[in-house]
């Protein structure tokens, strides 16, 4: 399980997170969702200790991060799976060295590492595909690349940053079914995104990140049904100048 | 924080750094060198890297390397004809040439020039992987990025800059004795009269031992400047500029630390 406890973080004079608490629970996908800026992908890179803290707890696994030495951080690393927003291949890399890197460094056989590969590139619908070079692929595939990159090294976790942003609808509920069908497997899902199609699509729970706190959290019906102003806005994507829209009467 | 969240501290460093934050200097030597260290430790991760980056930063340069011997060669022998003809028996041409090419001009001019070529690689290709979270993935991948990126550049100059300055001082040697014995009126005798004449074994050695730490101290200029890359093409563009032009200073530097030591 992972766990943010009262934790803090600023750069300069800007503070991002200003004590932000929450439970991301086993088996589940938790969505962050918040405006730009709001401190979700510090949130995760906190979490895999790219990151140091101010102040706070971050536990993975009953370890907290920031107490961890290398060998312990890359401990536990090797149980989290992290997406970039970007994808962050290794450019000089083809996509199935990209996806061997990480199984190398687990000391596994030859024979696994290819399964694995083949397995995991199977799983993002890209099979064939290990020849080719980042520059070679779309937007949308190098993202599905860094889920296989992820994926095969069977994690217990799965760290998702902005993973439909920038691309196309059709794209998009790729992406949304992989992060489902990755839950499905049993890998527990958290996912920083400000795609609320996307978020109520594959999120079992929702957290609202806002000014630096956790502004609520629920099941995506909890958060549809919201009567937060704020969550309401964000949810809706209604701009500050725009009123909200007048409920239904029940009748 | 142990757990290896890293911030390089900002160059030009060293001077003024050290008289305005001396505490954290020290801290952040301490930190170097223990990273370093542990780094060198995980030969697991380096030493299947080093023998592509040897041939990368090493081998591949040898040809600007032997550029930059000939005609360093030909200037000389035609500079040292200039300055002794009706002064110096014209043999001496020979000595000038050895002395200065096996001692300052061959590994100087070649680490100079492989400041730009090695130093400038690697500054871009570690800032463009550090803008574009390369390095934050590799992290994730529980890869030590010290072990992964800088350790095997950093020993493959430092192994292979000796290796390419030997070829320049070769090339430097043979090009003043073509000169000599074409363009002046010297013989192939005579001219290694004057090169034997004040020739010693150090004088190599002390050229190599230069070029070596020529060789570390541009890569790790590099991976330094690289790795604190921010803010897109144009901070891996300032990186890369700043890792050749303190490339180019730590050479000057160590040039005249190795000449007070072992002269």
């Known amino acids: 399980m992972i766990r943010l406890l009262d934790v803090h973080k600023a750069f300069g004079d800007k503070v ?12 589940e996908n938790t969505v962050i969702i918040g405006a730009s800026g709001s401190g979700k992908s510090v949130t995760l890179k906190l979490i895999v200790g790219l990151m140091e803290p101010d102040a ?7 370890q907290n991060v920031p107490d961890l030495d290398r060998d312990q951080l890359a401990e536990v690393r090797a149980h989290i799976g992290y997406v970039f927003q970007f994808a962050a291949l290794f450019d000089s890399m083809t996509v199935a060295e990209n996806i061997r890197l ?29 020849d080719r070079y980042p520059a070679e692929l779309s937007g949308g595939m190098r993202k599905r690349v860094g889920i296989a990159r992820a994926v095969a090294l069977e994690p ?15 794209t998009s509920a790729v992406m949304d079914r992989l992060m489902q069908r990755t839950r499905d497997l049993g890998v527990t899902g958290l996912i920083v995104t400000h795609d609320m199609r996307s978020a109520f699509t594959v999120g079992d729970r929702i957290a609202m990140l806002h000014e630096g706190v956790i502004r609520q959290v629920g099941s ?14 964000f949810i809706e994507g209604r701009p500050d100048d725009v009123a909200p829209p007048a409920r239904r009467s029940a009748s | 924080m142990a757990n290896g969240y890293y911030t390089f501290p900002s160059v030009p460093l060293p001077v003024p750094y050290v008289l305005r934050h001396p505490g954290t200097f020290i801290q952040r030597l301490g930190r170097w060198t223990t990273d370093a260290a542990r780094a060198l430790g995980d030969v697991a991760t380096w ?64 680490g100079m020039a492989l400041a730009g070529r090695v130093g400038a690689n690697i500054a871009a290709e570690l800032g463009t992987m550090r803008v ?8 994730t991948l529980a890869y030590d990025k010290f072990a992964y990126l800088v350790v095997p550049r950093v020993l493959a100059a430092t192994l292979m800059f000796p290796v390419v300055t030997s070829f320049a001082m070769a090339v430097g040697v043979v090009s003043g004795w073509v000169t000599a014995i074409n363009l002046l009126e010297l013989s192939t005798p005579e001219f290694f009269k004057g090169l034997r ?33 921010r803010g897109g093409a144009e901070g891996v563009g300032r990186s890369t500029t700043r890792a050749v032009v303190l490339g180019c200073q730590a050479i000057l530097a160590l040039d005249a630390f190795w000449a007070l030591v072992l002269l």
């Open chain 1, 56 to 62: 706070g707890e971050i536990e993975v696994d009953g």
């Open chain 1, 102 to 130: 990480g199984l190398v460094k687990r000391g596994l056989d030859e024979a696994t590492i290819r399964t694995r590969i083949a397995q995991s590139l199977a799983t993002v619908e890209l099979s064939g595909q290990e």
């Open chain 2, 197 to 229: 004449l004040f020739y010693q074994f150090k004088d190599i050695w002390f050229g190599l031992v230069k070029s070596a730490s020529f060789g570390a101290a541009v890569a790790f200029m590099g991976c330094l400047e690289g790795l604190n890359s």
């Open chain 1, 220 to 233: 995506a019906a909890d958060i549809r049904a919201t009567t937060d102003p704020v969550v309401r806005q």
């Open chain 2, 132 to 139: 574009t979270e390369q390095v934050d993935a590799l992290e």
């Open chain 1, 16 to 27: 991002v997170l200003a004590g932000v608490s929450l439970d991301v629970r086993d088996g």
């Open chain 2, 47 to 110: 030493r299947p890297l080093l023998l592509g980056h040897m041939v990368r930063l090493g081998v591949d340069s040898v040809p600007i390397a032997v550029f930059i011997a000939i005609f360093t060669g030909i200037v000389l022998a035609l500079l040292s004809s200039y300055i002794f003809t009706g002064a110096v028996p014209l043999y001496f041409v020979g000595a000038l040439v050895g002395k200065t090419v096996m001692m300052e001009l061959g590994p100087v001019l070649t």
């Open chain 1, 156 to 170: 217990r976790y799965i760290l998702y940053d902005e993973p439909t942003t920038g691309l196309d609808p059709v």
